[in-house]
């Protein structure tokens, strides 16, 4: 890895940055950060000098959201995932960075088309229902909501959810196991081969009906404990090296305010703004790597 000059390290330290704030705010995001460093730096070695950032701002987000994750959903999608790092693996052994970039950005942008069909979908489903359910004149209940003689409803996510968190008491929607199977072979082959399994897993918590918190809760371990698997395969590639960890030392000091900020923006954003930033996001990052 050549010197890298003032300017370049500046993008660096603002993509690390943007790194923390993904982390505690808006996840799709972070493949902007994954876009600055694959621009400053050579494609494959980037990958492994983004790693330990983001296992950096991992620990930060364990640590604001770690009682809002939904373990069953986790557990669902960890043996597909691991699977898809191996594949990962298997693939960085002999492609180039353009066969990197192409396939990365091509699989972003169809999991993108398919999140929107599906909540297009379920949009225009609910709104067929809630015409169906609309009362009568005289049938004892009224447009707010509120049935007779009884409390409003105060509900805070899709039906059946509680405080962030996806599906019923038993555990999230039923989505399917080949849904999960998919999602989670594709996150563990994009976090492994470009650090770009975030918007996958994104994609993944939104068609599932997540909540702000139980998204950003169910994010941050899930990335922590792949992440951090990946080192060992990252180190067997060469991609992490003593020079890499030099300026990850460096860069990582950059990550907590990104972090901070995050957390204070998080609980502002609403959900509607939020879904559509994660999945603007993506976009934006499928379309960088595929065009690059």
Not at 23 to 34: E, M
Not at 68 to 77: D, I, M, Q, V
Not at 134 to 144: D, H, I, L
């Amino acid at each position: 890895m050549d010197t890298i000059t003032l300017w370049p390290l500046a993008a660096l330290a603002a993509a690390s940055t943007l790194v923390g704030f993904s982390k505690t705010a808006v996840s799709g995001a972070n493949t902007i950060s994954l876009a600055v460093f694959a621009a400053v730096l050579p494609a494959r070695e980037s990958t492994g000098v983004l790693l330990p950032i983001l296992i950096a701002g991992d620990i930060l987000a364990v640590l604001v959201y770690r009682r809002h994750a939904h373990w069953p959903t986790l557990l669902r999608l960890f043996p597909a995932v691991a699977a898809g790092v191996v594949g990962g693996t298997v693939f960085m052994l002999w492609a180039d960075d353009a066969a990197v970039g192409t396939s990365i950005g091509a699989i972003l942008l169809f999991m993108s088309g398919i999140t929107l069909w599906r909540r297009r979908a379920t949009a225009r489903a609910v709104e067929a229902a809630e015409r169906d359910r609309e009362p009568t004149p005289g049938a004892g209940a009224s447009r707010s909501g509120t049935p007779p003689g009884g409390e409003p409803r105060t509900e805070t996510g899709p039906p059946g959810t509680e405080q962030g968190q996806p599906g019923t008491e038993a555990g999230p929607p039923r989505t399917g196991r080949l849904k999960a199977r998919v999602y989670g072979a594709l996150g563990g082959f994009t976090t492994m081969v470009a650090n770009a399994g975030g918007p996958v897993l994104s994609l993944y918590l939104l068609s599932a009906g997540f909540r702000k918190l139980g998204f950003l809760g169910t994010s941050a371990w899930f990335f922590l404990i792949v992440n951090t698997s990946k080192v060992p395969f990252s180190v067997g590639l060469g991609l992490i090296d003593a020079r890499s960890l030099l300026l990850d030392a460096v860069l990582v000091l950059f990550v907590l305010p990104g972090a901070y900020l995050g957390r204070a923006c998080a609980g502002r954003i609403n959900q509607t703004v939020f879904d559509r930033i994660v999945i603007g996001a993506t976009v934006l990052g499928g379309l960088q790597l595929l065009l690059n």
